[in-house]
């Protein structure tokens, strides 16, 4: 081991040749980085080592006296002292004070001075500091990095900072390098990318280079017998450590975030996941690509040009993938490889360029013709068939090392480097994207070509079945002006117009310039509805507009609703020639029929992922579909901003009112379920024709009940429920009825009892009586009355029983308060007027002596059927003593008992229900509603026999 470096030939004049070496290529790249800049910008670059040797007030960056300053290794020049004047005119350069600097080293990182640069590319600078320094000192460099990038911004340069410790990296605790590396993924990786791709600005070099790559294997005895005999200084170098071995888990997560990247920029990000690929499939045999540079460097007789590092990599993949004999991805990775050059070698020039000394003998022998080039350069005006056809062949790549990297995952399941929060973030963005499901809108421009919009769009419509209400369309999108008969095929068909405008919008096909031709069969279309349907995509935000959250599940941000499209909701009356008015004008109850007007809606719905999804509904029940779909993908208690919801409706009839009235729906929708716990339990009544749909959330999912009449809703109105529900109305649904009145009286935490008068069968007087218990349950019945105490007296009688035996059945510490009861008489309207409630305020007591208790006891029997046995002033009537006779026994006891002996109607005073009954209700408190449906029937019971026993 002692003879370590001799026996690599490694000497003093060894290390001298290496270091001048690599300082003469990071020149030539700092120079070509230099040739991409304005003059201005290239003064900034010069000085930016300056910024951070001194802290002074006069230059760019300065945020405060105690900033640390000095780089190791750092003399500015007499050029950079030249072009620090010209940024700040007040700088006078000062000698710094000899002490320990607090900057190691400046680097670029990326593509700079490299083939794959451009004027347009960013800056990330690795700023290397000192290990010692403190919280304070760090937070202060940190403020003039931000400073300096603003600075940077205003020169047109876009410049990232990133505060670096050598010695943290080593032990793998670094910064955070932002959200350009998914910091869990890679370590290695970053680090092979650092040594091949970085420019030293200022400070120390890294100590790697010294290294000989066939030691990398011995890099920390190496380097450390390089300090012992003195042919490198700690003092001088900086040390990230060696790459002997990358480990399996990294590719996985450093080719998975390729793989993301890619979506957004393909060209860029495909040569570095195919890079990644090759190492994977020659795992654990991979030379990094850093360790072959270092290698050419090592080589006296290679040209510095030789060594760029786009060049590098290029040989790597051609290599990798004439191996596998894939022809077609060798031909996208020299597409990427062109595209990322960004000079258009297929236009004839005099200036001379170094990037076209490098690409010219590499088109010459990938044969590539003038028309391929001039094709390639073209990429900026590509129209959209070819930017469809080319996204064709790049996802085909990407899914295909998506299936790589999950088999090479698979394999090396234990080696992992990814953390499971960012395998799944990941794996949603893949998802997003790549996902392909019913209706998803694909985004067909992941920065292909610059500019996609068409100045003309032909839309072709072939109707059939036209006399129906809905017939059926298909539509076919064509560029250019094309007439029917064309042979050209179309861009795309669907057999929904708002689909295909949708993706022409969300790829930025079509713009307010676009002009838009339509065809019907044979027949130039001049549509008034389709001219406003596409002026409404101008007020309709793109995609990336949305702010993305890929840590939760996606919830819809904004939603356009176009209703009947084409469609003409009448269209059986105006095929006639009739134009039908009537004064009952709702668009989901027209006329007298209540014809459901909303046949069609075609919605357009973009969530937070990003996706842009096509849905659409048709029939009768096509907005109440619209609604339980809304539910289910933006769940009441979402925490999630409410979305955005545009309705449109341009139909042939009543466009207005019909888009008005939809969206009234769904804002009263909204108003009912969001908010807050109560408003998440509530049910929602909407009335559409003759129908009356209930919707209610149960567990955490839309529920819709359908009824064909009110009667029927009333049942259901009065089931129990485990909260408290309150009942809300569509505004339209029974206008003008009881019902929706006490709907809008209701309130939790009190009883409401409302009565109406009414005159039955022989002029006799009843009472129809509705009240709304503790959980919001509706229960309405009809009684005989006799008087208003007579009526309400036992009623509050028994609520307050109910109350008791309730309360029974309630444990704890909390201490139980009595139950408000609200009575309200309703009062029936005169002509034009509205339904009045009157106050009633009992009192307790009021009454008593005037009626009997008669309570019930209800329980299972020995066969486990529901039976009850019946009491009235503590005198038993059973069903074993009297049989079916039991309602006439006690009803022929109780009017024996009256003074007058007057049949006046009977009244249950109380019901006891059993434990059992209880515990069979998950020993839950059973609500008011359930013991009045046991009150109800057995009241009808007594009643009817007290009929029957005393005719009037």
């Avoid at 003092?235 to 996985?252: C, H, K, N, S």
Wanted: charged share 25%; proline share 5%; glycine share 6%.
């Amino acid at each position: 081991m002692s003879d370590l470096l001799g026996g690599a030939g490694f000497d003093q004049a060894r290390a001298q040749q290496v270091v001048k070496r690599l300082l003469a290529y990071n020149q030539y790249r700092y120079e070509r980085t230099l040739s991409a800049l304005t003059e201005r910008q290239k003064h900034f670059l010069d000085v930016l080592p300056l910024l951070y040797h001194v802290n002074s007030d006069k230059l760019p960056g300065f945020v405060g006296p105690d900033c640390p300053c000095g780089m190791a290794r750092y003399q500015p020049s007499k050029d950079v002292l030249r072009s620090a004047s010209t940024l700040s005119m007040g700088f006078q350069y000062q000698q710094r004070r000899m002490g320990h600097p607090a900057i190691r080293s400046l680097f670029i990182m990326g593509s700079c001075g490299s083939l794959g640069h451009s004027g347009g590319s960013d800056f990330d600078i690795w700023l290397c500091h000192d290990s010692n320094l403190d919280e304070e000192s760090m937070a202060l460099l940190q403020n003039k990095a931000l400073e300096i990038e603003r600075y940077a911004e205003t020169l047109g340069i876009e410049l990232h900072f990133f505060l670096m410790d050598a010695k943290r990296f080593v032990r793998g605790e670094r910064n955070d390098l932002g959200q350009e590396d998914c910091g869990s993924a890679q370590h290695q990786l970053l680090l092979d990318e650092f040594y091949r791709t970085s420019i030293l600005l200022a400070g120390c070099y890294p100590v790697w280079w010294l290294v000989p790559p066939e030691y990398e294997h011995l890099y920390d005895d190496f380097v450390y017998r390089l300090y012992q005999q003195r042919f490198a200084s700690e003092e001088d170098v900086i040390d990230f450590g060696g790459l002997a071995e990358i480990p399996a888990g990294e590719f996985v997560g450093a080719g998975m975030w390729q793989l993301y990247k890619a979506i957004g920029s393909p060209y860029k990000s495909i040569l570095k996941l195919f890079l990644t690929e090759s190492y994977a499939s020659a795992y654990p045999n991979h030379e990094p690509l850093s360790i072959s540079l270092k290698g050419r460097l090592f080589d006296d007789q290679v040209k510095l040009e030789k060594l760029d590092p786009y060049l590098l990599l290029y040989d790597k993949l051609e290599d990798y993938l004439l191996q596998r004999e894939e022809g077609e991805r060798l031909e996208l990775v020299r597409r990427c490889l062109y595209f990322k050059a960004n000079i258009p070698m297929g236009q004839s020039t005099r200036r001379k360029h170094w990037k076209r000394d490098l690409l010219r003998p590499l088109i010459l022998n990938w044969g590539w013709s003038d028309g391929q080039l001039a094709h390639l350069d073209n990429r900026s005006h590509w129209h959209v068939h070819i930017v469809m056809e080319e996204r064709k062949h790049l996802v085909n790549e990407l899914i295909h090392s998506y299936k790589f990297l999950s088999a090479f995952g698979r394999e090396h399941e234990d080696e992992t480097m990814m953390s499971a929060k960012d395998m799944t973030l990941l794996g949603h963005k893949l998802y997003a994207t790549f996902d392909r499901k019913p209706g998803k809108i694909d985004f067909i421009n992941p920065g292909i070509s610059k500019h996609i919009q068409e100045d003309k769009l032909s839309l072709h419509l072939l109707r059939q079945h036209v006399r129906r209400r809905i017939p059926q369309m298909n539509w076919s999108l064509y560029t250019g002006i094309a007439r029917p008969g064309t042979t050209d095929a179309p861009v795309k068909r669907s057999a929904n117009l708002i689909e295909l405008l949708g993706w022409c919008h969300v790829n930025r096909i079509m713009d307010r310039g676009t002009n838009v031709v339509m065809y019907q069969g044979q027949q130039h279309g001049k549509d008034y509805e389709l001219k406003e349907i596409l002026n409404s995509f101008q007020t309709m935000p793109l995609p990336d507009a949305i702010e993305p959250d890929f840590n939760a599940t996606p919830v819809p941000t904004f939603l356009a609703l176009y209703v009947n499209v084409f469609v003409d909701p009448m269209s059986h009356y105006t095929r006639r020639g009739i134009s039908k008015i009537s004064n009952r004008t709702d668009s989901l109850g027209f006329s007298a029929l209540k014809e459901n007007l909303v046949l069609t809606i075609d919605q357009l719905q973009y969530n937070s992922w990003r996706e842009v999804l096509s849905t659409r509904y048709e029939g009768q029940n096509a907005l109440l579909r619209v609604i339980e779909d809304f539910l289910n993908a933006y769940p009441p208690g979402s925490k999630q901003d409410r979305p955005e919801m545009q309705v449109h409706c341009y139909c042939a009839t009543r466009a207005k009112a019909i888009a008005a009235r939809v969206k009234e729906v769904l804002e009263e929708m909204q108003l009912c379920f969001y908010g807050n716990r109560i408003a998440e339990r509530r049910r929602y009544v909407l009335q559409i024709g003759e129908q009356y749909h209930l919707i209610q959330m149960r567990q955490g999912r839309p529920m819709i009940d359908h009824f064909e009449r009110a009667a029927h809703l009333f049942k259901k109105l009065a089931s129990p429920q485990p909260h408290y529900s309150q009942v809300v109305l569509d505004s339209q649904a029974l206008k003008g009825t009881i019902l929706q009145m006490i709907c809008k009286h209701s309130k939790p935490g009190v009883l409401q009892v409302f009565y109406v008068q009414e005159i039955g069968q022989q002029q006799q007087l009843t009472a129809q009586i509705y009240l709304i218990d503790e959980r919001g349950s509706i229960i309405r019945w009809r009684t005989p009355m006799y008087n208003e105490a007579a009526l309400i007296n036992p009623i509050h009688h028994f609520l307050r029983q109910v109350e008791y035996r309730q309360n029974r059945h309630r444990y704890g510490n909390k201490t139980v308060r009595e139950r408000p009861i609200e009575y309200y008489e309703v009062q029936l309207p005169n002509k034009e007027e509205s339904l009045r409630l009157r106050p009633i305020r009992p009192k307790e007591g009021l009454g008593k002596g005037r009626y009997f208790d008669v309570h019930a006891q209800v329980d299972y029997d020995a066969q486990n059927r529901l039976g009850f046995t019946l009491f009235c002033e503590q005198r038993e009537f059973s069903q074993l003593e009297h049989g079916e006779q039991v309602y006439k026994a006690l009803v022929r006891y109780l009017v024996s008992l009256r003074k007058h002996n007057k049949p006046y109607p009977v009244y249950i005073t109380d019901i006891a229900i059993s434990d059992r009954l209880h515990n069979r209700h998950f020993k839950q408190v059973l609500q008011t509603a359930t013991y009045l449906d046991y009150k109800h029937k057995l009241e009808t019971r007594l009643n009817q026999a007290l009929a029957e026993l005393y005719p009037a």
